[in-house]
């Protein structure tokens, strides 16, 4: 399976974004490494078997480069959402509501519920993507869960 | 209304901002990487046969930046020692010998059905043994296969598929290259036969 740069972009941009933007919590970072990561598709002479494998590759690759970039001292005095809060305000309240909720998440455990609720990943895929074991994926998805409903109250079912 | 439903409405407010094009700035940046590596590896090379009697190989040297090796690979057909540092996960920079560094890196499979980042040992072992196709300023196209050099230029039909047979017997007797006109190209190795332009599209990028 071959997809153009272009192609590639069109399908996953948003996905490498939004994967990206949940650790960075920094737009101008988010998009930095979405290019990033599709240049590194450009660049690579790997073969990828269907469209799901080269989306876990890049998702892959852009939380790698995001996790990262926000260990860096640099990165850990400029998380910001002040370029968000436009968007934030004009979005309707349940929707701001949650997303501010799961930005406020610990980092891991946001990437995590972000996989699983967005990306609808199983808890044994998104170990195999973080490469950790699925018992640390089910115990960050039961703490983001938790931490959602204290905060959202009925705003975030008991649904998985 | 379900968890799921509402985490991906909610998400629907993350967007990059209008005014990026990111496929327009990727396709720059790929453009400019690619004229710069080969400007770099033209005087890497040019500085390498000066170099190569007075180096040595697998030096281990850790530094605040983290752990970096000297080893040397083949550049351009003669031998060159380069200093590879590893600056993040399966990311490496590599230092020629004319003081010019370039990115690389990647993923591998990690043998459990996963992906991790490339270790050091393979990414030394991708540049001794990768195969180069490149450019010159002259614009002729040639291929770079450990001692080897070979211009290609003459033998690339009008849609840029080339077939070449080398003596090699170590990495590879037949090379298949497909050269783009945007300056990419790809390659395929073998020691039985050479590659169709199908095959090559799908197997390489």
Known sequence: ?160 | MTNKERYKKAAEIIVPSGSNDFLQNVEGRTMKMRSKKIIKTVAAAFAAVILIAATGTGVYAADIGGIQKSVGIWLHGDVADVTIKEVGDGQFEVTYPDGSVRGCGGMEEDGHGGMRGVSMESMIAQLRTSVECEQDEDGRIWIYIRDHKIDVTDQIDEKGYAQEKVKDGFLADYITVIWREDGSCAISTSHSGFDSPEKLMQNTR
């Open chain 1, 1 to 160: 399976m071959q997809l153009t740069l272009q192609q590639a972009m069109e399908l996953f941009e948003l996905s490498v974004f939004r994967a990206s933007f949940y650790i960075c919590k920094n737009r101008q970072d988010a998009e930095d490494i979405c290019q990033e990561t599709f240049l590194e598709y450009h660049s690579t002479r790997k073969s990828f078997e269907d469209e799901e494998h080269l989306k876990a590759w890049l998702l892959r690759v852009s939380i790698n480069k995001s996790l990262n970039l926000s260990r860096s001292f640099w990165h850990k005095n400029r998380e910001t959402l002040e370029d968000f809060e436009e968007a934030l305000e004009q979005a309707p309240p349940e929707d701001s509501g949650l997303l501010t909720a799961v930005l406020e998440l610990p980092k891991k455990c946001r990437v995590i519920i972000h996989l699983f609720y967005y990306e609808d990943y199983s808890v044994k895929e998104i170990s195999q993507l973080l490469r950790v074991s699925e018992n640390t994926v089910k115990s960050q998805l039961h703490r983001g869960r938790m931490l959602l409903k204290e905060k959202l109250k009925e705003g975030w079912s008991d649904d998985e």
